[in-house]
Structures are given as structure tokens and as C-alpha cells.
Nanobody
Framework: QLQLVESGGGLVQAGGSLRLSCAAS????????MDWYRQTPGKQRELVAI???????NYADSVKGRFTISRDNAKKMVYLEMNSLKPEDTGVYYC??????????WGQGTQVTVSS
């Protein structure tokens, strides 16, 4: 069993920055991919950023150049540094992992609100 707990969300003005954190606990040894999704009103949950166990990253086009994903395997953490935030970045951000047996795990989500 794997538990994921996000933190760091909040209210910020457009152009501001936030750093999201996700702490993994439980059966973490099999984690491979760690990523961040977001859910915005009226839209499907979308993949924002992904980082593999080797450190390779990929980003949604809408956040490239503004967001940075990183992970600390020793601390079992994944982070999302978000800069130059826009109102359209508003949503609930979810931490997600995939392990070696393709089990998906989700956090409870953290709200990010960007005011214009």
C-alpha cells in the first residue's frame, strides 16, 4: 500500500510562484514514475509533468518553461516548482505514481488558485 500526500497549494496572483510537494509513504520501493496531474473545472484531469526513476522529465506544452518537476528518491518526495503562474493554471493538483507492477496511486489533491 502506498500513500501520497500533497502540500503547498494556495492562492497566488498571476505571475507568482508556488512549490508543490508530495510525500510518499508505505510501499515505496517499487515506485518508478512520479508525476503531477491537474483537474480544472469542466475539463478532464490532465498530465502536467512527469519524472521517471532515472530523472527524465516531460511537460505539458502549456507549462513548458514555467514548471519544473523534481524528485528526491531518498526522501521519497516529488516536487513541482511553478513559476509565472497564470489564471488558467488554477485547479486541483494531484500527485500520482506508477510502480513496477503498474499499480497507480493518487494523492488527495491540493488546490491552486491563481488570481488575475
Amino acid at each position: 500500500q502506498l500513500q501520497l500526500v500533497e502540500s503547498g497549494g494556495g492562492l497566488v496572483q498571476a505571475g507568482g510562484s508556488l512549490r508543490l510537494s508530495c510525500a510518499a509513504s508505505g510501499n515505496t520501493r517499487r515506485i518508478t514514475v512520479m508525476d503531477w496531474y491537474r483537474q480544472t473545472p469542466g475539463k478532464q484531469r490532465e498530465l502536467v509533468a512527469i519524472i521517471t526513476s532515472s530523472g527524465s522529465t516531460n511537460y505539458a506544452d502549456s507549462v513548458k518553461g514555467r514548471f519544473t518537476i523534481s524528485r528526491d528518491n531518498a526522501k521519497k518526495m516529488v516536487y513541482l516548482e511553478m513559476n509565472s503562474l497564470k489564471p488558467e493554471d488554477t485547479g486541483v493538483y494531484y500527485c500520482h505514481t506508477i510502480d513496477t507492477v503498474m499499480m497507480n496511486s493518487w494523492g488527495q489533491g491540493t488546490q491552486v488558485t491563481v488570481s488575475s
